[in-house]
């Protein structure tokens, strides 16, 4: 029965060990960036709210009050006022787009 290839029980749980490591180390990693890529997208999002805004002023001579103006006439297709990080987006009264940190509505 020697001459039989294969693992050893001990072989296997040294293997299960360093995946396991492995997958610890990844995690913590993982998270970090998607927070990171959830940021860089709202940075966008925003980019792209004040690029209508100043459209919008163009054609009515007026800032839009809020988002919802923008998807009532049609600057912006998504109804969506919020960043992909859940903050949502405001324009103020001189059209500047700016991202409202911790307000979820």
């Known amino acids: 029965m020697k001459s039989e290839k294969g693992f050893t029980l001990i072989e296997m749980l040294v293997v299960l060990l360093i995946i396991t490591i492995l997958i610890f180390v990844a995690i913590p990693n993982i998270t970090k960036h998607s927070k990171n890529i959830n940021n860089k997208g709202c940075e966008a999002f925003v980019n ?3 690029g209508q805004v100043e459209a919008y002023e163009m054609e009515f001579n007026k800032y839009p009050t809020d988002v919802s103006e923008l998807i009532k006439e049609k600057y912006l297709k ?3 006022k919020t960043c992909p990080n859940g903050n949502s987006v405001r324009i103020d009264s001189d ?8 307000s979820n509505s």
């Open 78 to 80: 998504e109804d969506r």
């Open 95 to 102: 059209g500047k787009v700016t991202e409202s940190k911790g």
């Open 48 to 50: 792209m709210v004040q």
